[in-house]
């Protein structure tokens, strides 16, 4: 599978499917205000699998859930997101509910809870067809067992009239994924979508995504901190963190030549001489800022080792990191004192190393295994 | 399903038996001699007597148990001392009054606390919310009997819309019927109301931020179909639970409702029957209150499992 | 740059939930539960010194001012027998007080010990248990109160053990739960492991952990037992007349509701105060002792 991940990437077309422009989402309560998400930009062409990588808490999720306007009231957006030519930010929630599930969809970290447990699930993929194509309920029922078989649900036709109890976690994806596709939806937003799935089944999944950009030529954001699922699905990363995009390149780029002081520290652990290339994200040293206080500096500056006066003075734009390149350059950061390509492997050595040592003193970071056990606590932390 | 409710079934009648022992014992702890307490007014020798051989009260407890149950089964439920009529007629003439109180309560009070907790969960923070509450706290510190009085001062008395007393069977005149029965069922259906709009609102606010629901609101559905499809759905499953749970509570105030309204209904058969020392209908009324709750109890059981398809199928929750 | 204030229709989720009102709720609550104990407390003193509040002897008949409208005399009016009301309703609050606490006292005494044992020692111990405060449910209240009555004579006693027993099974349940609950906690598994008895770790490690649930059911117990009191009152199985209590006159006043109707509001608002106290008190001590039960 990572054979074919690491094929060149496509040209972004003039149309992107999904286009991202500055937007900032930020909370209001009573006492302080939370800015989750700040000034992010990115497009999403059809048939393109973007992965949106960081930390949690790093605004990634709050991204995608303002994509779909499911933020909760309490929340203040601003910037731009387009789908397909269509402005969704201010749009009125009658227009909202009318390209939800239509036009872009979005499959949950949780598939466990994610489905109606009192619904049968033909029911629950059949209503999104209702609602936008006007199916009757036995045409709903219908289509509902070919998209089960789609997903690669074995005995569909027996399946559509079970509860969501009777599946198992892996089967209760798929059926997220049948409703999410149902409408053949321009855009698939993914939030962490094997988290909580053992490795086995992540796979089946993953693939399921794959074949779907294959088939119906949809446009993919895969919201993930798995940097192993981004190797094997992804064809462009965004790097996230503290709610700023510090990084966005072609995955081979990425995974050969991160620029990004962070971005370095994510791989840290994957590249490790002798890793095997599937890790969670390491540890990086220092705490991830609190996002009520957003100064004018680069927001990693307090954990990074090249920072200096000019990171803490003014906050780096996201900027071609090739001097030649023009606006439109496929590989960019957000950074005063970017990692060069020339160095990168030499660095990216000793980088590894004191990143080992480092992650074995904290004692966590460097567990090797992706198995559920891992999934769970790092999902644990994460909330 | 087949076994839960199987295993349902014998529970209840497990219980059943345990409260027919109950009642049965409870007629024989009476201080004295039970045919003294049967006989009511009438004290002759020859009555007591008559009485001693009619109840087989010289027979052994078994025997005597025995007895009481298979006639209880075929409908005999004894003479009352007041009257000197079956007492199986007059439960028969007061069931359907109080079925009818029973019926227009429940519904009351499932139309507006379902209603009203909907809303209270929907409109979260709002005036709305806390209208809800304060009427629903209100609701449950108001006594029954104490409302009752209130309506039949303001609505009977003060500005006479209803009647306060006396019931006239819906057959004959479906008018003055309901006439009738607004007010004790209003009486009756508060405090339930009151009970069902809370547990509607709190199992409300957990279905909305149940991940399901932002599922559904991620397909697009429309607000009524997320609200009423998706999270009144699952709700219900808590609801009907509590309103199972609190029909023992409609039994009791039914009791106090009727009272207040002279409604010749269960209720006032048991108070009348405790002050006459009827006590051949006093065991009938109360088994019959009790089995009547089990049963109430077991399809409450079997609704559950309906709304719920995790019971229905046995699998995990 | 637009920016633009979305209006969604359905609230955040459960963990976002509680950032903005939160606060202001639970400040609210808390003075609720401020109000309710203070009235409870009122309610509780007036019980308490009766004799000394009440500015007439509650059973002292007046004939010549019978039916007479709430005056600078009589605050409240006084009955058909011309006894002042507002003494007979300070008095009626004693009887209440006293069935709610008694009865309330009755079934923990009665209650607790069964469910620990139904709790801790499981098996045979749980089922016997469990089936009894099942049949005993199977009654509903005023069934078994009535029932109670016939056999052992209406009397203020009487309708306190009735109300009391009524309330047994709720606290055997509660009181089996968090024994459950316990059993299993770290510190209580350890005192079973360094060898405590029974008796020490059901006493010294179990109960005292419980005690917030059972504050908590009391604190409904007893205005469950006010309601209890008046309603049996009200209807003849509970004190009996001329004894004051509320129930006894609202039973007495609906005789006379179109030419007196302050005999019928002063009473019930007593008790709707007392139980609208006491339920206050509940709600706010359940959200600091017993956050679990928070959403009941």
């Known amino acids: 599978m990572t054979e074919t991940v690491l094929e060149p990437v496509r040209k972004t077309p003039a149309e992107p499917a999904l286009s991202v422009r500055d937007l900032s989402v930020s909370f209001h309560s009573d006492t302080r205000t939370v800015h989750a998400v700040d000034g992010v930009s990115y497009d999403v062409a059809p048939g393109e699998v973007l992965a949106v990588v960081g930390e949690s808490g790093c605004g990634k999720s709050v991204t995608s859930m303002a994509a779909m306007g499911l933020l909760p009231p309490t929340a203040r957006i601003g910037g731009s997101i387009r789908l397909g030519g269509r402005e969704l930010v201010g749009a009125p929630e009658k227009e909202l509910q009318k390209v939800r599930g239509k036009d872009i969809a979005m499959i949950f970290q949780e598939p466990m809870t994610s489905l109606n447990p009192v619904l049968t699930i033909g029911r629950q993929i059949g209503e999104v067809l209702r609602r936008h194509q006007g199916l009757s309920r036995k045409e709903a029922k219908a289509r509902a067992v070919e998209l089960l078989e789609l997903v690669g649900i074995p005995a569909p036709a027996r399946r559509i009239d079970e509860y969501p109890h009777q599946l198992s976690g892996g089967m209760r994806q798929r059926v997220m994924i049948a409703i999410a596709v149902a409408c053949d939806p321009a855009v698939l937003i993914a939030d962490e979508p094997t988290t909580a799935l053992d490795v086995t089944v992540q796979a089946g999944i993953l693939e399921v995504l794959q074949s779907l950009r294959e088939r119906l030529g949809t446009a993919i954001v895969l919201v993930t901190h798995d940097l192993g699922v981004v190797a094997d699905a992804a064809d462009r990363v965004l790097v996230m963190y503290a709610g700023r995009a510090v990084e966005q390149a072609p995955v081979h780029d990425l995974f050969a030549a991160g620029r990004h002081p962070y971005t370095r520290g994510l791989l840290g652990a994957v590249l490790r001489p002798g890793g095997e290339g599937k890790r969670r994200l390491p540890e990086i040293p220092g705490l991830v800022p609190s996002l009520d206080s957003q100064p004018d500096a680069c927001t990693f500056a307090p954990r990074c080792s090249r920072a200096d006066d000019t990171c803490t003075g003014s906050r780096p734009g996201l900027r071609a990191v090739e001097r030649e390149a023009g606006a439109d350059a496929s590989h960019r950061a957000a950074c005063w004192h970017p990692y060069a390509e020339t160095q990168a492997d030499a660095e990216a050595q000793t980088d590894a190393e004191t990143q080992a040592d480092a992650d074995g003193g904290t004692g966590s970071g460097t567990d090797t295994g992706t198995g559920p056990g891992t999934s769970a606590a790092a999902q644990e932390a994460g909330k | ?317 | ?296």
Request: hydrophobic share 50%; aromatic share 6%; charged share 15%.
């Open chain 2, 1 to 317: 399903m087949t076994k839960y409710l199987l295993t349902r079934l014998r529970q209840s009648l497990i219980t059943l038996f345990l409260v027919s022992v109950v009642v049965f014992a409870g007629i024989r702890a009476l201080p004295g001699d039970p045919a003294l307490a049967l006989a009511g007014e009438e004290r002759s020798p020859e009555a007591l007597a008559a009485i001693r051989e009619s109840y087989g009260l010289n027979d052994n407890v078994v025997v005597q148990y025995g007895r009481f149950i298979g006639h209880a089964l075929t409908g005999d439920l004894g003479t009352s001392s007041r009257t000197g009529l079956p007492v199986a007629d007059a439960i028969g003439q007061a069931l359907p009054v109080t079925l009818e109180l029973a019926a227009l309560s429940l519904l009351l009070a499932i139309v507006v606390g379902i209603g009203a907790g909907v809303v209270a969960a929907v409109r979260r923070g709002k005036p709305e919310e806390w209208l809800a509450n304060a009427i629903a706290l209100i609701g449950l510190s108001i006594p029954t009997f104490w409302l009752g009085i209130v309506l039949v001062l303001g609505f009977a008395i003060a500005v006479p819309v209803f009647a306060a007393s006396g019931y006239v069977p819906f057959g004959t005149d479906p008018v003055d019927n309901l006439r009738r029965m607004v007010l004790p069922a209003i009486v009756l259906g508060s405090g339930l109301a009151a009970v069902v709009m809370r547990q509607t609102r709190a199992a409300m606010l957990d279905s909305l931020s149940a991940d399901y629901v932002r599922t559904a609101r991620a397909k697009g559905l429309s607000r009524g179909s997320v609200v009423g499809g998706h999270a009144l759905r699952n709700s219900l499953v808590t609801v009907v639970t509590v309103l199972g749970l609190q029909l023992g509570h409609l039994i009791s105030g039914a009791v106090v409702t009727e009272q207040i309204f002279v409604l010749p209904g269960f209720g006032k058969l048991t108070i009348d029957a405790v002050f006459t020392r009827d006590y051949a209908t006093l065991q009938a009324v109360v088994l019959c209150t009790s089995a009547a709750y089990i049963l109430i109890n077991l399809l409450v059981d079997v609704v559950y499992s309906v709304i719920d398809p995790r019971i229905r199928l046995g699998g995990a929750r």
């Open chain 3, 1 to 296: 740059m637009t920016t633009a204030t979305t209006a969604l229709p359905t609230p955040p989720r459960a963990s976002k939930r509680r950032a903005g009102g939160g606060k202001l709720r639970a400040l609210r609550r808390n003075k609720l539960a401020l109000t309710g104990g203070i009235i409870a407390a009122v309610f509780v003193l007036t019980a308490l010194f009766a004799p000394l509040i009440a500015p007439y002897d509650p059973s002292q008949p007046d004939f010549g001012n019978v039916l007479a409208e709430p005056s600078a005399a009589h605050w409240l009016g006084t009955d058909d027998l011309g006894r002042d009301q507002l003494s007979r309703i300070v008095h009626g609050a004693r009887a209440s007080m006293q069935v709610g606490l008694v009865a309330v006292v009755l079934a923990f005494l009665v209650g607790v010990p069964l469910g620990l044992l139904a709790g801790y020692y499981g098996r045979f111990a749980d089922t016997a248990v469990s089936r009894l405060t099942d049949t005993m449910l199977a009654f509903p209240f005023l069934v078994l109160a009535v029932g109670l009555a016939a056999i052992l004579g209406p009397s203020l006693t009487n309708a306190t053990i009735a109300i009391g027993i009524s309330q047994i099974p709720a606290v055997i349940r509660i009181t089996r739960a968090e024994t459950l609950r316990l059993k299993h906690v770290d510190y209580v598994a350890a005192a079973v492991a360094n060898g405590g008895g029974d008796g020490t770790v059901l006493f010294r490690h179990i109960l005292p952990n419980a005690t917030s649930a059972l504050i908590v059911q009391a604190t409904v117990g007893i205005p469950a037992a006010i309601i209890g009191e008046a309603l049996l009152s009200f209807l003849g199985l509970g004190v009996q007349p001329p004894a004051p209590s509320l129930g006894v006159m609202l039973s007495g006043a609906q005789s006379f509701l179109a030419p007196a109707p302050w005999l019928a509001v002063f009473p019930g608002l007593a008790i709707v105060a007392a139980t609208l106290a006491f339920n206050l008190l509940g709600d706010g001590l359940r959200d600091v002792l017993d956050p679990r039960g928070a959403t009941r």
